[in-house]
T-cell receptor
Framework: GNSVTQMEGPVTLSEEAFLTINCTYTATGYPSLFWYVQYPGEGLQLLLKATKADDKGSNKGFEATYRKETTSFHLEKGSVQVSDSAVYFCALITNYGKLTFGQGTILTVHP | EAQVTQNPRYLITVTGKKLTVTCSQNMNHEYMSWYRQDPGLGLRQIYYSMNVEVTDKGDVPEGYKVSRKEKRNFPLILESPSPNQTSLYFC??????????????FGPGTRLTVT
């Protein structure tokens, strides 16, 4: 079956530091890949997505590239802010409609 | 405003007392789904529905039922809740996932405690 593995958290950074959250996946077929973000007390919001190999998704300074050869979709941001503190989820979906999430990575950014 | 609504937002109940969590979306989406979120496990899909009258099991369907009689509504039913169903539940909707890249819109969540 499909699976998504994210790097262990929590991740604690100082403001303006570089962020990487690793995500690798196993899937049959050709999945679409997503990063969702969950702020405290809220539901999930789509952060960015990529629908085919070598696509780069980007939003709010975050980026991730769909790497089919390494089955990865790592999330990066060059300079994090305190307001980026949240839980980040990597996810994939296949044409069949079944969405699979990673376990989530808690990010805390200190001033 | 495009949104997914869930009710109730918080619920404390006792083992064995049947309950329903409602979910409604106003975006005319075909696809709806339920997830539970537990610490260290991320979100796991309970059931999903590709369109009216068509539902299928996700990864953790045991102890849950769903129905999709109307396009906008997708209630989650716990016939006999048990403490291991204490969790944070999310409903989501989207256009048909087969059209790649469609975003899932999530409701605000329902925190359920079963004692």
């Amino acid at each position: 079956g499909n699976s998504v593995t994210q790097m262990e958290g929590p991740v604690t950074l100082s403001e303006e530091a570089f962020l990487t959250i690793n995500c690798t996946y196993t899937a049959t077929g050709y999945p679409s890949l997503f990063w969702y973000v969950q702020y405290p007390g809220e539901g999930l919001q789509l952060l960015l997505k990529a629908t085919k190999a070598d696509d780069k998704g980007s939003n709010k300074g975050f980026e991730a590239t769909y790497r089919k050869e390494t089955t990865s979709f790592h999330l990066e941001k060059g300079s994090v802010q305190v307001s980026d503190s949240a839980v980040y989820f990597c996810a994939l979906i296949t044409n069949y409609g079944k969405l699979t999430f990673g376990q989530g990575t808690i990010l805390t950014v200190h001033p | 405003e495009a949104q997914v609504t869930q009710n109730p937002r918080y619920l404390i109940t006792v083992t064995g007392k049947k309950l329903t969590v409602t979910c409604s979306q106003n975006m005319n989406h075909e696809y709806m789904s339920w997830y539970r979120q537990d610490p260290g496990l991320g979100l796991r899909q309970i059931y999903y529905s590709m369109n009216v009258e068509v539902t299928d099991k996700g990864d953790v369907p045991e102890g849950y039922k769903v129905s999709r009689k109307e396009k906008r509504n997708f209630p989650l039913i716990l016939e006999s809740p048990s403490p291991n169903q204490t969790s944070l539940y999310f409903c989501a909707s989207s256009a048909i996932p087969g059209l790649k890249g469609y975003e899932q819109y999530f409701g605000p969540g329902t925190r359920l405690t079963v004692t």
